[in-house]
């Protein structure tokens, strides 16, 4: 059976099963379908003269006819098939019938396919033995009907594919033919149900035992992705068969190791740059000495140096401060960040949108917000801003008239203290962090964002957060 390579590890589950239960049911309808017919017994002419001359039995004579001498039940008038196996000793199928007697207004039709000859000589030996005229017999014998003519010639076998038919003195027909087993007979029937029935109570036991199965993997998959969003997200519970408990306790393990990875490379760069406020303090006192120019040269170097030390402590500090999630609506925060924007005479605006109920940190996500609105502002004079949902996630879109990012550079810039502007000017460059801290905070909050030149002109963001539930 060929599976997708993508499929998920309960629906292969689930598939297997079904497949394997399928295959076992399939074997046995072909073993059920592939039984050959129950014949039935033999029996004898003199017999089917003594049942179409006397009163019918309900549900047909015993094989072989009934000795009225052997004490083994009522006589073969009374006898009733379906109460139990006949005298004699001999078992049945449920309600199998070895032929059955009718009567009839009018004379039995001939089958499809007849045996004339047999159907001819059998009719006259019929009609010695009740003592009629062969006018008042009818005898017809398929073509695919079997006899044994062992013993007198004069009382054959036959086994099934016969009709016998006697007119009584009232005008009507008395008609005794052999039943041949079809399909589905009555065992067969019995053994359908039984597969239906087995196959409708393993398909939720199959369900039930798939999901168990995957459930200790799903844990697993959702513990991983809360890794990549929340670096001090709590250890994954133990829970599951002994491999998926060995692969939890080394994922755990893992993760304490990250994290412990993490915090010590924020801690020293955090202390670096920290310590470095120190000796660019004492050169700050000395350049009381140099000559104009050099010295507002100086001095502007030394507080750009200040501004990306501080900028860097901010970004380490926001890194190693966990998230404060709480229930919050984006769109609010948005407009709000769009209001004091345009307080202050920016061309900010926001375009529609519906309340976007979100779980998030309202601080992180306020500075989001403001750093792309401020680079949007920065290269392109204005910035609209729209939210949406969009396929389980919150879409917000953040449009501006500058000259864009070239493609090749669009991955770059989230890049720590990357500028686009060769000129390393602050205010026109920036200190090379403002991406950088916006796309941490996206992450953080299990995101994405995108970057994209719009054909008009211009760059769009495009940060995707998920909702609530995803």
């Known amino acids: 059976m060929s599976l997708k390579p993508n499929m998920n590890i309960f629906w292969r589950t689930l598939l297997l099963t079904v497949a394997a239960l399928c295959v076992a049911e399939a074997i046995g309808l072909a073993l059920l379908v592939s039984r050959p017919p129950m014949h039935n017994a033999p029996v004898r002419l003199s017999e089917i003269a003594r049942q179409l001359s006397g009163p019918p039995m309900r549900g047909g004579p015993p094989p072989g006819g009934f000795d009225p001498g052997m004490d083994r039940g009522p006589p073969p008038d009374a006898f009733d098939m379906s109460r139990g ?14 032929w059955q007697m009718s009567d009839s207004q009018s004379p039995p039709v001939a089958p499809a396919r007849v045996n004339l000859e047999a159907s001819e000589r059998l009719r006259g030996i019929l009609a ?46 008395r008609v005794m033919a052999s039943v041949v087993e079809g399909f589905p007979n009555a065992f067969q029937r019995q053994a359908l149900w039984l597969f239906a029935i087995g196959l409708v109570i393993m398909l939720p036991v199959s369900w039930l035992f798939a999901r168990a199965l995957s459930a200790p993997l799903r844990r697993f998959s959702a513990g991983a992705k809360r890794l990549g969003t929340d670096p001090h ?49 004492r050169l700050a006192f000395r350049l009381d000495g140099l000559e104009q120019p050099l010295k507002d040269k100086v001095e502007a170097d030394i507080n750009e140096m200040k501004l990306m030390i ?99 550079l669009q991955q770059r810039v989230f890049e720590p203290f990357f500028r686009t502007e060769a000129s390393r000017n602050r205010d026109t460059g920036g200190i090379g962090l403002g991406l950088t801290t916006v796309r941490a905070i996206v992450l953080d909050h299990g995101g994405s964002i995108e970057l994209q030149n719009r054909k008009e002109g211009g760059l769009r963001v495009i940060v995707s957060l998920p909702l609530p539930g995803q």
Not at 244 to 249: Q, S, V, Y
Request: hydrophobic residues 40%; negative net charge; glycine residues 10%.
């Open 85 to 98: 196996p006949p005298p004699g000793g001999q078992r049945r199928e449920p309600g199998r019938r070895e």
């Open 310 to 408: 501080s900028a860097a402590l901010d970004f380490l500090r926001d890194q190693a401060t966990g998230l404060t999630r709480e229930r919050l609506d984006l769109r609010l925060l948005v407009e709000s960040v769009v209001d004091d924007q345009s307080d202050v005479g920016h061309d900010v605006t926001l375009v529609g949108g519906d309340p976007l109920p979100l779980d998030g940190d309202p601080v992180s996500l306020r500075r989001m917000v403001v750093n792309l609105v401020d680079n949007a502002l920065k290269y392109g004079a204005r910035a609209r801003l729209r939210v949406r949902a969009a396929g389980g996630f919150c879409a917000l879109e953040i449009d501006d008239d500058g000259p864009g990012i070239p493609d090749s």
């Open 128 to 173: 010695q033995r009740l003592g009629v005229d062969r006018e008042r017999v009818r005898v017809f014998v398929s073509a695919d009907s079997t006899m044994n003519e062992r013993g007198a010639l004069d009382d054959p076998q036959l086994r099934e594919g016969f009709v016998a038919a006697w007119q009584t003195d009232s005008g009507s027909w």
């Open 233 to 281: 997200a709590p250890a994954l519970e133990r829970g599951g068969p002994a491999e998926m408990l060995d692969a939890i306790d080394s994922f755990n393990t893992m993760q304490g190791r990250l994290t412990r990875l993490l915090q010590e490379r924020s801690h020293m760069i955090g202390a670096i740059a920290h310590d470095l406020r120190t000796p660019l303090m």
